[in-house]
């Protein structure tokens, strides 16, 4: 599987992460990939002619297909998912930031929590389907108007800068709003409560400092605040799947022992 991605320019990095395409070369029988909680939301389209699933593992059983010509909506995760596809299969997707599609689409993110859900735009659909795909959805996504009511790439910079260590009520404070407000604020912007979102934020970053690896585990979970190693572990086989122990080695040593990363 081959992945790539391209930044976008201007004030739309405010809302939007990153464009990527992700093929499933013709040698592979079939691919898999973990997608970890990160609070961002993907307008995906399977521009291939196989067909990918999704697995996410907050609701058992499930398998989502990505239709080849089919547009979609990914939601914010509150668990750790499984993308599968085999040889055939490209996927192009725009990533969001947290609050980044509510931002340019004015949609509440709540129906689409841990789903994919169809999604209808025919002149997007037709630019990721073309190259280059940066400066197209750039000049495409830039004329769109960006909800400014309560912005949210301000508060969720607030979460990031704490490293996910910050309590509601201060979060609250320190962007000048009321516990309910910044609750419906949060219902619209990512689907899920603020306490959660800190959370995965708090996670991402443990991701953060497995890559540089230059800290041991017991380090990283004593400096964000996870109580013991056990508090570390389960926060990892919720958002990731996998154990903190088997991430960090496989940053070590790109060794996967037959797991997706």
Sequence with gaps: MSYIEYKPAGPLADHIDAYWIRRTTADAASSGRRVYADGCADIIINTGSATALFHPMAIAGQAIPLQPGQMYLGGTMTAYGVVTAPAGCILTGIRFRPGGFYALYQQPMAPAVDSLLAFSEPDLQLLMGREPLAP?????????????????????????????????????????????????????????PPKEFILIVRFQEVLRRLR??????????????????????NAFKKYAGILPSELSRFYK?????????
């Design 212 to 233: 540089a690896r230059r800290e041991s585990l017991l380090r990283i979970a004593f400096e964000l605040g996870y109580h013991d190693h056990a508090h570390l572990t």
């Design 253 to 261: 040593t790109g060794i996967a022992d037959g797991q997706y990363f």
């Design 136 to 192: 197209l959805l750039d000049d495409y996504l830039s004329a769109k108007k960006i909800n400014t009511r309560h912005d949210f790439s301000s508060i969720y910079k607030v979460i990031y800068a704490s490293k996910g260590q910050i309590a509601v009520e201060a979060l609250a404070k320190e962007c000048h709003m009321s516990k309910r407000t910044m609750e419906r604020v949060f219902s619209e912007n990512v689907g899920i």
